[in-house]
């Protein structure tokens, strides 16, 4: 329930994606929000209000002058009471109106009322999205501080190729409840690793571990959350990448090495939440190893890098943060791994609480001792983390 007890308005223009903003609806509800839903006249040739009422729960208003809201005033009332103003799709007309102060129908009027933020998730043809004067208008938008969502690229109803298409709902929701969470990482970078590496040993074998990706990702969607530009270099999972985040997928541990120290001067904050290996096959054999080679195979191994102790040992580092996963023993191992690698924050879980599954229980080990977090979904956690990471970095980096 992401969206407990949040308003939205939602404006749909007319446009094909219209169909999507029915789904939008009943995510919106089922992550907890209250939805009333403004449609353009437009809109109504593509799905009929009946629909949006049914999903919503709520009466739907297509209509400046709609005679069965009390006060004749619809729109006054939806912005009023709304947390945001959300547009889904919004079409080439609706943000040239918007970014002019046209009130022409209900929906243009209230968004010139509203009193709330307004976010709009545009859906055109490529070449109306790329005209010089619907960029000109979007541009006015961002200037006016209007969140614009989007367009992704891909096949169009039209059937051309390109930029213009409608984000997802599921993605619409994920930047909705980004857009609510608190902003402490505004204007700082933060460069991550995330799940395991892989060593290979023949062009088809090789050393892995079971880490699946999802702390290290649920940490890079709440550090983008709370307003970071974010970069999450990791290893082979398949999971996707969370919106807003920069993604270098690499394999071993020396590329995730290579890929972090190249980026890493530049950086307010490096958190390593990969599962490195620690060891390397000195060499890979680049033909498969056949079994009757030899009754014994002995693969020596050498030590790979240790990225964040690297990082950290840079002459100006970032704020460095650790993660440590125990089967025991976990206080005393995780201050180790602090001290070692000479880092202020290292994150302790246990490795039958952390890897694979979707919820944590994390130990956060600082200068002032530990703090235990209450076992959650990761993304909960990470939103913990996060908190606490940017509570440090203000008292102790200024902003590069
Ligand atoms: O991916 P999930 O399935 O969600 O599981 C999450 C997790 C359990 C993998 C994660 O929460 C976690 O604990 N990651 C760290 C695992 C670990 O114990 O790492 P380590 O003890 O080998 O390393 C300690 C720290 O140094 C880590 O921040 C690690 O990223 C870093 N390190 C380690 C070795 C190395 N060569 N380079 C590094 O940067």
């Not at 219209?18 to 939008?24: G, M, N, R, S, T």
């Not at 009322?113 to 541009?139: G, I, K, Y």
């Not at 959650?376 to 956690?381: C, E, M, V």
Request: proline share 6%.
């Amino acid at each position: 329930m992401e969206l407990e007890g949040k308003r939205v308005t939602l404006g749909v223009t007319g446009g094909i994606a219209a169909y999507k903003a029915a789904e939008l609806v009943r995510l919106l509800v089922g992550q907890g929000a209250s939805v009333r839903v403004a449609m353009t006249e437009a809109a109504t040739h593509f799905v009929t209000p009946t629909t949006f009422q049914a999903l919503s729960g709520n009466p739907v208003f297509t209509d400046l002058w709609d005679t069965g809201v009390a006060n004749g005033m619809a729109h006054i009332g939806l912005s009023r009471e709304a947390d945001v103003l959300l547009v889904a799709p919004a079409s080439a007309d609706y943000l040239a109106k918007a970014a002019h102060g046209v009130a022409s129908d209900l929906l243009t009027t209230l968004t010139l009322a509203r009193d709330c933020p307004l976010l709009v998730a545009p859906s055109m043809n490529r070449q109306m999205w790329s005209h010089p004067a619907t960029q000109r208008n979007v541009a006015t938008l961002i200037g006016d501080g209007v969140g614009v969502l989007g367009p992704a690229q891909g096949g169009q109803a039209c059937g051309e190729t390109g930029d213009g298409r409608m984000l997802e709902p599921a993605e619409i929701v994920e930047e909705l409840v980004a857009h609510f969470q608190p902003k402490p990482l505004k204007g700082r970078k933060v460069l991550m690793t995330a799940g395991p590496t892989f060593e290979a040993i023949d062009p088809v074998r090789g050393i892995a571990n079971l880490s699946s990706g999802k702390m290290g990702f649920a940490v890079a969607r709440a550090a983008r959350e709370a307003g970071a530009e974010v970069t999450l270099v990791c290893g082979p999972v398949s999971l996707p990448t969370p919106r807003g985040v920069t993604r270098v997928d690499v394999t071993a541990a020396l590329e995730m090495y290579a890929q972090v120290m190249r980026r890493a001067t530049a950086q307010d904050v490096f958190i390593g939440v990969a599962a490195v290996a620690d060891y390397r096959p000195q060499t890979a054999s680049d033909r498969k190893i056949k079994k009757d080679a030899a009754p014994r195979l002995v693969i020596e191994l050498v030590e790979n890098p240790d990225i964040l102790a690297e990082v950290a040992a840079l002459p100006r580092p970032p704020l460095c943060v650790g993660f440590a996963a125990e089967t025991g023993n976990l206080a005393e191992y995780a201050e180790k791994k602090r001290r070692a690698k000479k880092i202020p924050l290292i994150v302790g879980n246990l490795v039958q609480d952390g890897f694979g599954g979707d919820t944590n229980a994390l130990i956060l080990f600082d200068d002032g001792g530990q703090h235990t977090l209450t076992p959650a979904p990761k993304l909960a956690l990470a939103r913990q983390l996060i908190a606490r990471v940017a509570a440090l970095l203000e008292s102790t980096h200024a902003p590069h």
